[in-house]
Structure formats: C-alpha cells, structure tokens
C-alpha cells in the first residue's frame, strides 16, 4: 500500500475501488465531467491542493485530458502532481463494448500498472504517522453526525477550519482525517462550544 498525504483526484468510482487497493488516502471522484459544474467539489479539490497537495490521475483518452486541463486551470494555488497512465488498449470487464478510442481507462489497468505510474511521477509513501482515528463513531459522539443540530454544527466547525461549507457528513470525516487526530476534533469541538457560550 502507498501511504498518501496528498488527495488522489480520479474520474469514477470504479477507478476509486480499484485505487483502494494500491493506495491508503483519500481519493476523490470527479464524476466524469461532472466537477465541470461542482463548486462544492472544486472547492474541495482547492483546499486539498493547499493543505496536502493533489495527485491527478485520470485516464489517458481525450475525455480524461480535457477534465485533467479543467482542474489545473481552476486550481490556481497549491501542489498538484500528474500521474499518466499508458496508453493500453482494451475493454473494462464490466463493459460491453471498448473506450471510443479503444484505450482502457485507470479501471481496467494492472495495479502493477498504476504502482509503476506513481513510480514515475515520483511518489511513494509519505512519512505521515499520524493515526486515522477520527471514526464515523467520534463523529456521532461530537454531535457532527446523528443529531437534530449536526448539519449546523458541521457547518460551524467547517467554517472554523476553512472548508467548503457543503460537505456531506462522510466526507468532512475523510477530510478531518488528513487534518488531525480525534483528540485535536475535540479540542477543536470544545473551543467551539465556548465561543458559542460566550455570545
């Protein structure tokens, strides 16, 4: 497994699961050309690219280029790095038919294949050590899921750290992951409560 800091950007979710194999981080999905008309999503992509950095890596037909273009010229701050894939013809499993142009996509490549492509872009395992324990559990416990309020509270805490308001409750969790611990959550919960106090 490749330990990432950095948000891995793809096109699918099929590309997503096969990705999980390889990779331990956080991997979001563009939907195709749906990040065209997402602002939640790029602003998400945004904030990783200046926290973390992000890695693209979409597939290698024109369709993949046009949104890898699209991304890079919307993010106009932080670290972005390319991961390409070769062009290797052949039809996904799960398909009837191949690509328009042939070319199997980042699904339908060998592990072996994508290892080999992070390779060459230059990244390997990052040196974080911090744990992921931030649970769907902590999240229930903080009031941020399960709740009457949590949608506002979520809100509240995503204004103070500096993230796109949108987010759903299982991706703020993915996000507060690459930030901190469960223990800096719950400071982060307390000075909250007590700026609410104060008012």
Same mark, same amino acid.
């Given at each position: ?17 096969? *990705? ?7 991997? @979001? ?7 065209? !008309? /997402?602002?939640? &999503? =790029? ?70 294949? *994508? ?7 230059? @990244? ?7 744990? !992921? /324990?931030?649970? &769907? =559990? ?62």
């Amino acid at each position: 497994m490749i330990k990432l800091e950095q948000a891995v950007i793809v096109e699918g979710k099929y590309d997503k699961i096969k *990705l999980s194999s390889l990779i331990d981080g956080v991997i @979001i999905v563009t939907n195709g050309f749906g990040i065209f !008309k /997402d602002k939640e &999503k =790029l602003e998400l992509l945004r904030y990783y690219a200046e926290k973390t950095g992000i890695i693209i890596l979409t597939d290698s037909d024109n369709a993949g280029r046009k949104i890898r273009g699209y991304i890079k010229g919307a993010i106009k701050k932080g670290s972005i790095v390319n991961v390409h894939i070769p062009d290797i013809f052949g039809k996904e499993k799960r398909k009837t038919k191949p690509s328009a142009e042939g070319k199997l996509g980042v699904e339908g490549v060998d592990v072996d294949v *994508l290892r080999d492509a992070f390779s060459k872009a230059g @990244i390997t395992s990052s040196e974080r050590t911090a744990p !992921k /324990d931030i649970t &769907k =559990l902590t999240m229930f416990e903080l009031g941020l899921s399960g709740g009457n309020e949590s949608s506002i509270l979520r809100k509240k805490l995503q204004s103070r750290l500096g993230l796109p308001s949108m987010l759903s409750a299982g991706a703020l969790l993915e996000v507060l992951n690459t930030m901190m611990t469960a223990a800096e959550l719950k400071e982060h919960m307390a000075a909250l409560k007590e700026a609410e106090n104060d008012i």
